[in-house]
């Protein structure tokens, strides 16, 4: 059984860091794509990043350029989001996902997804 | 980038109901790279459509969704008491991939 569990998430304020983590299991970590996808309180869905296989290749939505990185130990089962320079509308819940097997050449859809961690920014 | 708009908003329905969900894209969707997820309050979205109409694994047959270019259409034949969530759209053709807004379907 695919499991996705995200953990980091927590009240941090505005120019704050966070270090967010999930743990993969019952599939093979290092065959996979993986992404963050955030939802805003109340909001809709928002992709924010994602990762190659092989960590050789990142790419972000433009408002988390330069503040966030995404990273991944294939040997941990283990993917990361560090969030630098937070702002308030960064406050969301973060998910982390496995990107589909069918995709286009530039993107994909999200088969599994965790149950998400709360990433508050405020004062 | 592709903005995609959902509509109704809102739905009101019956169980027993067919429920017709409507994503609509600003420019065409390439390959009919479009996606369908099922969000309930306080759970993480499942993906239940790929490919514009191919079913996830696990996901009922009642459940189907179609379309190509810049009109897709999620259906769902008769409503189940568990299928009174909100559903959201995505197309993964262009980067950035794109959410729709979301359609809130609920019980009448």
């Known amino acids: 059984e695919v499991q996705l569990v995200e953990s980091g998430g927590g009240l941090v304020q505005p120019g704050g860091s966070l270090r967010l983590s999930c743990a993969a299991s019952?599939?093979?970590?290092?065959?996979?794509?993986m992404s963050w996808v955030r939802q805003a309180p109340g909001k809709g869905l928002e992709w924010v990043a994602n990762i190659k296989q092989d960590g050789s290749e990142k790419y972000y939505v433009d408002s988390v350029k330069g503040r966030f990185t995404i990273s991944r130990d294939n040997a941990k089962n283990s993917l990361y989001l560090q969030m630098n320079s937070l702002r308030a509308e960064d406050t969301a819940v973060y998910y982390c996902a496995r990107e589909g097997k069918y995709c286009s050449s530039t993107s994909c859809y999200l088969d599994y997804w965790g149950q998400g961690t709360l990433v508050t920014v405020s004062s | 980038e592709i903005v995609l708009t959902q509509s109704p908003g809102t739905l009101s329905l019956s169980p027993g109901e067919r429920a017709t969900l409507s994503c609509r894209a600003s420019q065409s969707v390439s390959s009919s790279y479009l996606a369908w997820y099922q969000q309930k309050p306080g759970q993480a979205p499942r993906l239940l459509i790929y490919g514009a109409s191919s079913r996830a694994t696990g996901i009922p047959d009642r459940f189907s969704g179609s379309g190509s270019g810049t009109d897709f259409t999620l259906t769902i034949s008769r409503l189940e008491p568990e299928d009174f969530a909100v559903y959201y759209c995505q197309q993964y053709g262009s980067s950035p991939r794109t959410f729709g807004p979301g359609t809130k379907v609920d019980i009448k």
């Open positions: 019952g599939f093979t970590f290092s065959s996979y794509w």
